[in-house]
């Protein structure tokens, strides 16, 4: 009489250690000014955690908002490093969601999130890195800043990112850099933060000018390898999305189809077209509405989910 209870005993256990197991957790890094305590980001993250089945994680850096105006990126990524280290949740490897930031000053969360690929000595392996609105290759804020070689010399973080130092080249940040499984960049047709747009998918204008934009594939950091994005892309490996709205405003069906996707086990099996133009509309804005029932007045957060 006992019989019947063995196959679905053991088809539970096999299910929990499946899961135990394969499921690979995340974390999300929010942009410059935002937190991880602000209602958007945590929505965000609650939502990529349920759609997807894997724990997601939002990684604060010192005293939040504020330091991540202040601190410098190199500190704060060498925090990060350190945060990602001391969690045995992450020991088993981990995805990240890098967000951008709603002003033109720069990039927090994308910025520390390749920061962590390619410099966190003994972290933990990153299998899939997913960027929202990344200025990978800078962003033109100040439209007569234009000398290649001020850039070079005066800024401390981006040029050493992206491996464009001359007679400094580490191999290392570009072998850890190719090791993804996927690296997905999200676009967003009519973002006016970024400077220009295409630096989301790593394109940017020739040095010293500001027209035209190149594409990632016509500039020296694509066609030297300076950081293994070539590599990536001949791989296979690079899905470059681009979604319709402004700024960080992403539908939940588009969150579903390009984000979540990659938050899951098969992450390395997706077959996603490696160029992507959606053109999904929205009615109302998720976050609005729960503020609204909350009483909350936090429109100025940096992430739109559109319904």
Not at 17 to 24: E, V
Not at 60 to 83: F, N, R, V, Y
Not at 258 to 280: G, H, M, N
């Amino acid at each position: 009489m006992g019989k019947p209870h063995v196959l679905p005993v053991f088809v539970l256990c096999m299910l929990t250690y499946t899961r135990t197991t394969l499921s690979i957790p995340f974390i999300v890094l929010p942009g410059l000014g935002d937190e991880c305590k602000n209602q958007g980001v945590k929505h965000f993250t609650e939502l990529l955690s349920n759609w997807s089945g894997s724990q997601g994680y939002c990684i604060k850096i010192g005293d939040g908002s504020w330091d991540s105006w202040t601190m410098p990126l190199m500190e704060q990524t060498t925090i990060a490093c350190e945060k990602v280290k001391k969690m045995t949740e992450l020991s088993q490897g981990y995805n990240i969601v890098g967000l951008s930031q709603a002003t033109s000053f720069g990039s927090q969360g994308n910025m520390i999130g390749r920061g962590l690929v390619e410099f966190c000595d003994g972290g933990p392996q990153v299998k899939n890195f997913i960027s929202l609105a990344g200025p990978h290759a800078g962003t033109a804020s100040l439209p007569f800043c234009g000398d290649i070689f001020a850039y070079i010399n005066g800024c401390k973080f981006l040029p050493k990112l992206n491996n464009e130092i001359m007679n400094m080249k580490n191999y290392t940040y570009k072998l850890r850099f190719a090791s993804l499984e996927n690296l997905v960049l999200i676009m967003f047709e009519q973002d006016a933060v970024l400077i220009p747009k295409e630096t989301s998918w790593f394109g940017y204008f020739p040095d010293g000018a500001f027209h035209p934009v190149l594409p990632a594939q016509e500039t020296k950091l694509y066609t030297e390898d300076w950081i293994g994005l070539k590599t990536l892309d001949e791989a296979g490996k690079v899905k470059f999305i681009k979604v319709s709205g402004n700024h960080l405003e992403i539908s939940v069906g588009e969150m579903k189809r390009y984000i979540v996707p990659f938050l899951k086990d098969q992450a390395s099996t997706i077959a996603l077209p490696k160029v992507v133009e959606s053109s999904s509309g929205w009615q109302w804005s998720l976050l609005s509405f729960a503020f609204e029932m909350a009483g909350l007045n936090e429109g100025r957060q940096l992430l739109r989910i559109m319904g």
